[in-house]
């Protein structure tokens, strides 16, 4: 049947391979892992039907510190502590199978070694033991030896080192997050049509971004999170709100009562006060109530739980000291401030029309608002050359402006307000001058760059004998400009 007397060859069996990240630690009593030197990651290339001898052989060769010593594989958790894995044999295929592994790297780490308490009268027996359990290379001549005394400042130094490392941990762990979640916002495009929300941290930083109102809340939670000083829940609230909303909250924006351009304040919750909103049985509510006993004394909210329900009270009056009894003083003097010449009476009586002096103006700036910002100063006389050129000079200003509202241009209309005034928003009550415009003729000398005094506030025009490049010596000025215009 075959031309050739032997029979064709099988093909070759398939073998599979995977790519195994490990590291070393190098003591085997640590209990968070921290960065030393050589316990870099390494990746491995290992068959995923080696045997468990096999794999221990080769992880031998790749770690030459476990060549006689029993070791055993562990995983790192997100606040780096060390966790050993269950695993049923210490081979590719089981550490593949096992669901704790997930994308962890595996690191090695060496057993204890454990030796039995000294029974006899051996010498060396009770030093080993000693020296074992104490870490001391000192030659101990006593047969009898007080373990506690001599541990005691190795044990303090070993604690103090892990209490090191174990906030250095936390301070890494914080930092990754801040990063995730500035991440998750870059990753989300502002809209520039979007609602903008102002949010005040208890330090009184602002921070501001423009958001859909059907966008995700936790959009803006991770937006408040970006605050180094974030606690891992907090409340927001708007002015004179009886009702906080949770940053657990879930469902859009909009869902959580937030309609408009709000200031929202921020209050970051301890711990504790954590433990109280989130606690899920009475026991576990007055268990929270009593450790943080203290801190609610000083607030005045201390109270026996009854029932569960009184867990929102308990933490609804926490917020209220915060939002109102704090700032309950300043409020007071700030509105016995505005009576002295009436103000505040006035203020109450038309609400609707002192709104814009005292609250920030959220509406957007448009084209109309600079055009009849600036009045027109020109000394030319009518009907002539330079009056003529003026006035296209005014139409070519004109036409500019709506072609930077449309977004045609890399700058925007705060850009020309700030390059000149110095404002990026033209104030409530106005000017103390109203901004002029001049022009800047060629024939006089001047520059075809436009020019710009924030004291006045005066805006001097380039006179251009085309749009296109009355557009390219604004756009060229004020974009290079750092703040305001050069005088």
């Known amino acids: 049947m075959f031309d050739s007397e032997e029979a064709p060859a099988r093909p070759a069996k398939t073998v599979y391979h995977v790519k195994i990240r490990f590291g070393f630690i190098q003591n085997p009593w640590d209990t968070i892992c921290m960065a030393r030197p050589g316990s870099e ?14 794999f221990t052989d080769k992880l031998k060769r790749e770690f030459p510190e476990v060549q006689d010593t029993p070791f055993h594989l562990c995983k790192v958790d997100r606040r780096r502590r060390i ?15 096992c669901p704790e592994v997930g994308r962890s790297a595996i690191y090695i780490r060496p057993n204890e070694i454990h030796e039995e308490d000294p029974q006899g009268d051996s010498e060396d027996a009770v030093n080993t033991f000693v020296l074992l359990n104490c870490h001391h290379t000192h030659k101990y001549t006593q047969k009898y030896v007080t373990l506690e005394p ?8 070993l604690r103090q080192e892990q209490d090191e490392e174990f906030h250095q941990s936390l301070s890494i762990d914080q930092e990754r997050a801040i990063e995730d979640r500035v991440d998750l916002i870059n990753s989300v495009e502002e809209p520039v ?78 711990s504790s006060q954590v433990r109280i909103a989130t606690a899920t049985t009475l026991k576990e509510a007055r268990e929270a109530v009593n450790d943080a006993s203290e801190e609610l004394s000083l607030m005045g909210s201390l109270c026996f739980l009854k029932k569960l329900e009184e867990r929102d009270e308990q933490v609804t009056a926490v917020l209220g000291f915060y939002t109102e ?31 814009p002096v005292f609250l920030a103006d959220q509406k957007t700036l448009c084209a ?120």
């Open 83 to 97: 966790i050993p894995l269950n695993l049923t044999s210490i081979c590719p295929s089981a550490i593949k199978a």
């Open 325 to 355: 009894g704090r700032v309950h003083t300043p409020l007071q003097q700030f509105r016995e401030g505005l009576s002295v010449f009436c103000v505040l009476a006035a203020m109450e009586e038309h609400c609707d029309v002192l709104a």
């Open 193 to 270: 049509d979007g609602v903008e929300l102002h949010c005040k941290f208890p330090d009184g930083r602002i921070s501001n971004r423009r958001f859909y109102l059907s966008q995700p809340f936790q959009h803006l939670v991770a937006f408040v999170r970006t605050d180094e000083k974030a606690s891992e829940v907090f409340t927001l609230q708007r002015a004179m709100s009886p009702t906080a909303i949770y940053s657990n909250c879930a469902g859009a924006i909009v869902d959580q009562g937030i309609d408009g351009p709000f200031t929202l304040y921020v209050l970051w919750l301890s």
């Open 368 to 487: 109309s608002d600079v055009v009849a910002l600036f009045v027109t100063r020109s000394f030319s006389l009518a009907g002539s050359n330079r009056k003529r050129a003026e006035l296209k000079t005014i139409a070519y200003w004109r036409d500019w402006l709506l072609q930077v509202e449309d977004g045609a241009s890399p700058l925007s209309l705060g850009d020309i307000l700030i390059f000149s005034t110095g404002l990026d928003k033209i104030p409530a009550m106005g000017f103390p001058t109203q901004p002029e415009l001049e022009f800047l003729h060629p024939e006089d000398g001047l520059t075809m760059f436009p020019m710009a005094n924030t004291c006045g506030p005066v805006l001097r025009l380039p006179v251009q004998p085309t749009f296109p490049k009355f557009e390219s010596a604004m756009e060229m000025e004020i974009g290079g400009a750092v703040q305001f215009g050069i005088q």
């Open 41 to 54: 990651i390494r990746k491995i290339m290992v068959a995923l039907s080696a045997s468990e001898a096999e």
């Open 150 to 157: 001599m541990n005691l400042p190795a044990w303090r130094a």
